[in-house]
């Protein structure tokens, strides 16, 4: 992700990610406003010397870390290739950093990614998978719900026969705070299609899981 934002609007799209296309803006002055107010309730100056950039420096980090909020994931999407292929395509470990919507804290792991293309035998080129998980992790999530959206969009977006998407993170609003258990990883899974139907195919996508946490 590109460091250079702009004064008024935040941007998922980087110079790796051009095509992608944003929506709306966000209220930067509002952000640093909120933060001292924070910073306030704490017990924190906000005007001394290390404090005093804070609440600019995170309102630009939140334009940042939230900005799959201004962002259409099908536009992710919106270029395939007719390959013919109907057979299962996979894509592991690819990194999740998100922010669980009750602490805003951040939860950090990997995402696992199987689809079976459609009759039209379209696919997705591979890097899309990955741009297509950031966009619904830079967004206030729960887990569950971020492994469901990317299912579903892979579903109907790409017209996939089947898909399946595994995610495994660790919590830090349950690694920090509360029950402090470092350590503790939560696996979420979605299945959509023939991989839901066909145990054959569902076999195959999780034996070749298998093999990646080996």
Known sequence: MSEQLDATAARLVSSRDPEVRTRGTVDLARIEEAVRDILVAVGEDPDRRGLKETPRRV????????????VDPTDVLDTTFE???QELIMVCDIEVQSFCEHHLLPFLGRAHIG?????SGCV????????LVEVYARRPQVQERLTSQIADCLHT???AAGVLVVVECEHTCM???GIRKAGARTVTSAVRGTLQSDPRTRN?????LRRTAV
């Open 59 to 70: 309102a630009h980090a939140y334009a940042e870390l939230f900005a799959g909020l201004r």
């Open 83 to 85: 390959e013919g292929h």
């Open 175 to 177: 690694t920090m705070r």
């Open 204 to 208: 195959e996508a999780m034996e070749l």
């Open 124 to 131: 997705a080129g591979l890097s899309k998978l990955a741009r």
């Open 115 to 119: 689809y079976v293309p459609g009759e």
């Open 157 to 159: 977006t790409l017209d």
